[in-house]
C-alpha cells in the first residue's frame, strides 16, 4: 500500500501559469480533501470529496478547481497562479467509517 | 461554524518538564475531536482522538464540553516529542475536518 501519494513534490510557477496538482490514494477511501498549510494559519480546507462525482468547496476555495472522476484521484487545478497561493499543499484521504485522515507527503509551490 | 484556536504558536519546555498544549472550540452540535503531529520530515498523522480516550507516546487529551476546550497533556516531555501539532474537529456526520492554526513544540535537553 502506498497509501496517499502527491506529486510533484516541489514546483515553481510564475504569476498566471495554470498547473494541476495530483493526488492519489489506493485505500479506496471515500472521503479526500485538500488543505494548504501556511505559517500561523495552520492547515486550511480548500476543497473536498465525499465520493466520486460529489465535491464541495472548503474554507479557502477562490483559485482552485477540483474533480474527482475516480476513487482513487483527486487532482487539485490552479487556473491562474498568483503569489498568494505560495504554500504547501496535502492531500488527505480517510474512509466512511473511520475518521482517521491519511496525509499525503505535500507539494510546495512557490508563485514567483 | 467549526473553529479550532490554538493559542499558542510556540511552546518550548524542558526535557521531563511537563506539557499541555491548549485547543479550544466553537461547535454548536456534538463534535468529535482530535490531535495530529507532524515531525520534521514526516507527514501529517493522527497522534489520538477523544473518541477513544486512550493514551498515545504518554499523551492524552480530555475533551471539556463546557469549556470547549480539548488539551493535550505529558506529564514528562521527552526530546523526540519536539514536533508541530494540530488541533482538529470534525462535526457530527460532517464530511471535513478543520484544524486549528498549529503549536510548535520544542522540548529542550
Known amino acids: 500500500n502506498a497509501g496517499v501519494t502527491q506529486t510533484p513534490k516541489f514546483q515553481v510557477l510564475k504569476t498566471g501559469q495554470s498547473m494541476t496538482l495530483q493526488c492519489a490514494q489506493d485505500?479506496?477511501?471515500?472521503?479526500m480533501s485538500w488543505y494548504r498549510q501556511d505559517p500561523g494559519m495552520g492547515l486550511r480546507l480548500i476543497h473536498y470529496?465525499?465520493?466520486?462525482?460529489?465535491?464541495d468547496q472548503g474554507e479557502v476555495p477562490n483559485g482552485y478547481n477540483v474533480s474527482r472522476s475516480t476513487t482513487e484521484d483527486f487532482p487539485l487545478r490552479l487556473l491562474s497562479a498568483a503569489p498568494s497561493q505560495t504554500s504547501v499543499y496535502f492531500c488527505?484521504?480517510?474512509?466512511?467509517?473511520?475518521?482517521?485522515?491519511?496525509f499525503g507527503p505535500g507539494t510546495r509551490l512557490t508563485v514567483l | 461554524a467549526q473553529r479550532v484556536t490554538q493559542p499558542e504558536k510556540l511552546l518550548s519546555v524542558f526535557k521531563g518538564a511537563p506539557v499541555e498544549l491548549k485547543c479550544n472550540y466553537s461547535?454548536?452540535?456534538?463534535?468529535?475531536l482530535f490531535w495530529y503531529v507532524q515531525y520534521s520530515r514526516q507527514r501529517l498523522q493522527l497522534l489520538l482522538r477523544?473518541?477513544s480516550r486512550e493514551s498515545i507516546k504518554g499523551f492524552t487529551a480530555d475533551l471539556n464540553k463546557g469549556e470547549t476546550s480539548f488539551h493535550l497533556k505529558k506529564p514528562f516531555a521527552q526530546e523526540e516529542d519536539s514536533a508541530m501539532y494540530y488541533c482538529?474537529?470534525?462535526?457530527?456526520?460532517?464530511?471535513?475536518?478543520?484544524f486549528g492554526q498549529g503549536t510548535r513544540l520544542t522540548i529542550n535537553p
Open positions: 482538529a474537529l470534525s462535526g457530527s456526520g460532517a464530511q471535513k475536518l478543520v
Open positions: 461547535y454548536s452540535g456534538s463534535p468529535e
Open positions: 488527505a484521504s480517510r474512509d466512511g467509517l473511520v475518521n482517521e485522515q491519511f
Open positions: 470529496s465525499v465520493g466520486a462525482g460529489i465535491t
Open positions: 477523544h473518541i
Open positions: 485505500m479506496n477511501h471515500e472521503y
